[in-house]
């Protein structure tokens, strides 16, 4: 096919409208740049889907728009929040993530030199978090349409028999854990989109959490549910989860683990942490016996480093979440109401 | 949650940034949109992953960006179009579709009453086609950096032991097939956005195929591919098949199914039927033997009811499609070089 046309110029070149057309420059655009990148039998295979192998255990989907302004920020790009995201959500559910599918919404005008730049860092997380990218497709909208590219991903994977992690088995007692300090990623992308330079040193914490995971369920299947708090932060998660399973929580201010630049940034910006996006932080809630075998087992893995508990599930105000604060106060933390930060994630 | 926020005013509201915040407002458009119309247990756990239960056979996935322009057209919408796509797609591996993801980018200023009309078209798709809508996410981006609603489905299904549907199957002496018209969905959309009054009549053929195609592979489980004629058209469909399976194929223009309007819209506005999207069709390859019962099959379901054979499958210059012209002459089809009708999907 299209023996006439040049090779994609990726110094130079920009994404057109013909790019989106299903003709020889699509799939010019998947023969020589995602095919290349992404490569694996199944994608070879170019059909319109994708057939899998799968081990026993039961399957579990999840999906992600990922729109982040900007792409690019310290410490990742909008392909490594698609592949990790979606990775960690899978996680959350206790499973394996196996497969992918990614679809690309680019905007004509876009440099195919970022484009590989971040079909690349998918490439390489999905590496990473031993995903294959299974299926895809790429649609082009006029300039002013769009904003360079978006990526939704969808992920499958498999729960081992004998986990259930749910928020239905959240209980009275739970102790409340986080895997780190909170808050980098959202402030890594401010920093980048208000050029923020004397927050300059905080990197996103963007990371595939599977592995970490994993090592907890060896050593506590009966762990109860697991959540990253992305998007709208801890207070999210745990509001969420207050609701769905119609306890309290309670969390202590002083035990929840920030990093000095993060504190400061929030300071001087007038953002309160607790609603910062993480995008490689979980957090757990496990019956209390299960503490010291799960953070010494968090403490020696890279990511569960800084492993902490920070509260406990109680009985007290259902469906609330309460902050006791480092000044021996307490206080409700509500629902997000605003939006500090759009377009996190 | 959220006691203090006003009902979503479907009338006059807009989507906002804040819903997209992944605090209240999220879970306000969620709960009050999506999962009233969405309804199933898996989506109502409104965990970040669903697990789901499988029958026995082979798990294939299939993913699909929809940026058509405009959103509503004679005969379907974006949200028919995001859940009949996949199926689709899933339909031509042979496969019974069984659930479906779906991720929405908003534009803020995008009217509620619009969405919503669009989520319900999303729902009653998927019940006729039987899947369920088990995970989903939103995002919102600014006013000028998308353009109403972008929607991302992927779709699960699975295929039955014995039904091997694959491009490398094709074979010299195969028939090929259409269902039905061709191009009509690409008219539709090109007349409203263009305003064509003249060809008003065209609607679009945007179907669910999974059900024809089990009426196929019931009576003729040897069928070696099937392909949805979307994006490119009929003569995308045959060069990339020509080209992944390295055979020639030879179609007559005279037995190609067009509806009369769509001829006349074609003819006037100068552009080839055959590069025209359908979004109800199928393309079908089989051993000629099998011609009469497909025909006869398909004639008696209502999306086949104008099927008909459209040419062979040769070895005659390999990896190309040859036309034979209601004149007696013969021409190679080329890939589709521009793109006649961006956005159709």
């Known amino acids: 096919?299209?023996?006439?046309?040049?090779?994609?110029?990726?110094?130079?070149?920009?994404?057109?409208?013909?790019?989106?057309?299903?003709?020889?420059?699509?799939?010019?655009?998947?023969?020589?740049?995602?095919?290349?990148?992404?490569?694996?039998?199944?994608?070879?295979?170019?059909?319109?889907?994708?057939?899998?192998?799968?081990?026993?255990?039961?399957?579990?989907?999840?999906?992600?728009?990922?729109?982040?302004?900007?792409?690019?920020?310290?410490?990742?790009?909008?392909?490594?929040?698609?592949?990790?995201?979606?990775?960690?959500?899978?996680?959350?559910?206790g499973a394996r993530p196996l497969y992918l599918t990614a679809s690309f919404i680019l905007e004509a005008g876009f440099a195919l030199a970022e484009l590989r730049l971040i079909v690349r860092s998918m490439a390489e997380c999905a590496r990473r978090a031993g995903v294959s990218i299974v299926a895809g497709d790429t649609k082009v909208v006029e300039q002013g349409k769009g904003d360079g590219v978006f990526i939704s991903t969808t992920g499958l994977g498999v729960v081992a028999d004998g986990i259930h992690i749910d928020p239905s088995r959240i209980q009275v007692g739970d102790r409340i854990l986080v895997s780190g300090p909170l808050g980098d990623h959202g402030i890594a992308v401010l920093s980048q989109r208000e050029h923020l330079d004397f927050v300059a040193e905080v990197v996103s914490d963007c990371a595939p959490l599977h592995e970490l995971v994993a090592a907890m369920l060896q050593v506590a299947p009966a762990l109860h549910c697991l959540r990253d708090p992305t998007r709208g932060g801890l207070a999210t998660v745990l509001n969420e989860l207050a609701q769905q399973s119609q306890l309290g929580m309670e969390i202590e201010e002083a035990a929840i683990p920030l990093q000095m630049p993060v504190r400061a940034a929030c300071e001087l910006l007038?953002?309160?942490?607790?609603?910062?996006?993480?995008?490689?932080?979980?957090?757990?809630?496990?019956a209390p016996d299960l503490t010291p075998v799960l953070l010494e087992t968090m403490h020696q893995h890279p990511l569960g480093r800084q492993a902490v508990c920070i509260g406990t599930v109680t009985d007290v105000r259902p469906g609330s979440v309460a902050l006791l604060t480092a000044f021996g106060g307490r206080r409700l933390l509500p629902w997000l109401a605003g939006d500090p930060l759009p377009r996190i994630c």
Do not use: W
């Open 1 to 93: 096919m299209a023996a006439h046309l040049r090779k994609l110029d990726f110094k130079h070149g920009c994404i057109e409208l013909i790019h989106g057309s299903g003709g020889c420059a699509s799939h010019q655009l998947f023969s020589e740049l995602f095919l290349p990148e992404f490569t694996n039998p199944n994608l070879a295979l170019a059909h319109d889907s994708a057939v899998l192998s799968l081990p026993p255990g039961r399957v579990v989907l999840a999906t992600d728009a990922h729109v982040v302004s900007p792409l690019f920020f310290p410490g990742g790009d909008i392909g490594c929040l698609a592949v990790n995201g979606t990775v960690n959500d899978l996680a959350m559910s």
């Open 270 to 286: 007038g953002l309160d942490p607790l609603y910062l996006a993480s995008e490689g932080r979980l957090v757990a809630f496990f």
